[in-house]
């Protein structure tokens, strides 16, 4: 019997162009040189509303951008009115997928059917994996002033779309802030410049919150074949094209990611994931690999077995 020898298959390696470097070589030296990414498309959010009532906007999850693998859905919710988030989302059902709430401003409840309770603050994080299944509700308590936040959904990989639920209460403090003269980067999840975020997820992702100082510039490396996004929640920011306030860029799958602020600064909610290329089917709450995975999803919660 002969031995076989094998070539290389990693996708990664496979298809990094020779310009770009790795994330390592990224942080040590000639940073500035390193290729641009590019936008592949803007896309602006669509009013909608969702739970018991509550006004948002839903950036990613609508018929303009379905999804970008590995997100499934990202919502923006923002008002300094109560009567636009006070309904909350009563107890509803999950399977399949993580949910990653980052509030800016304001003080949420989140009680599910696994026994976890916590109170999401100012710049906390709750991040759920609703696994096989689980009923939870998110409740707003109002605060004076502003409410504002994100929710992102992560795909599961087929393989881990039935595990056990859990759950990840993240307070402000636990966010590793990385200053710099260009302004600060809030690391939710991934490795930003040897570091690791506290946000722990089933696929390869980077979550970050970025805000820029006016006549700034920022620079970091996202592996390459991985999608990402930038949502501009604050000012404007220019990567190759002007992006202003509400606007998604949605990013090329190779080069490194470049941010540049004129004369006012600029908020960005980024995100950057290893796409799992396998079929999607939606049912409303549940994501699955298969309508038939769906309808179980629908008929074990009227069974009352969905996280059983
Ligand atoms: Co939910």
């Not at 490795?191 to 975020?197: A, D, M, R, V």
């Amino acid at each position: 019997m002969t031995n076989t020898v094998h070539a290389p298959t990693d996708p990664k390696i496979m298809r990094r162009p020779k310009e770009t470097v790795t994330a390592e070589e990224f942080w040590n030296k000639g940073k500035k040189t390193v290729n641009k990414r590019g936008i592949k498309r803007l896309v602006t959010g669509l009013p909608t509303t969702d739970g018991a009532g509550v006004n948002l906007t839903r950036i990613i999850g609508s018929p303009e951008l379905d999804m970008l693998d590995p997100f499934l859905l990202l919502d923006e919710f923002g008002s300094d009115n109560p009567d636009d988030y006070i309904a909350g989302f009563p107890p509803h059902p999950h399977r399949g997928f993580e949910t990653i709430t980052y509030m800016l401003n304001g003080k949420w409840q989140h009680k599910d059917s696994a026994g976890n309770e916590g109170l999401l603050g100012d710049g906390s994080v709750q991040w759920m994996t609703a696994g096989r299944g689980i009923i939870h509700s998110e409740m707003p308590i109002q605060t004076d002033g502003l409410a504002r936040g994100f929710q992102l959904w992560l795909n599961l990989p087929k393989e881990k779309k039935m595990i056990p639920p859990a759950y990840q209460n993240i307070p402000a403090e636990q966010i590793p802030i990385i200053k710099t003269d260009s302004g600060i980067v809030k690391l939710i999840s991934g490795e930003y410049n040897g570091i690791s975020g506290p946000g722990k997820s089933h696929t390869e992702v980077l979550i970050l919150d970025i805000q820029l100082k006016p006549k700034s510039e920022l620079w970091f490396p996202v592996p390459n074949s991985w999608n990402a996004f930038g949502f501009i929640y604050e000012g404007a920011v220019s990567s190759g094209k002007l992006l202003s306030k509400g606007q998604l860029a949605v990013f090329e799958t190779e080069g490194n990611i470049h941010f540049k602020t004129e004369n006012i600064n600029a908020g960005i909610y980024f995100a950057a994931g290893e796409p799992l290329n396998e079929p999607v089917a939606r049912g409303g709450p549940f994501v699955m690999n298969t309508r038939g995975e769906v309808l179980q999803a629908f008929t074990d919660y009227q069974n009352g077995v969905l996280d059983k």
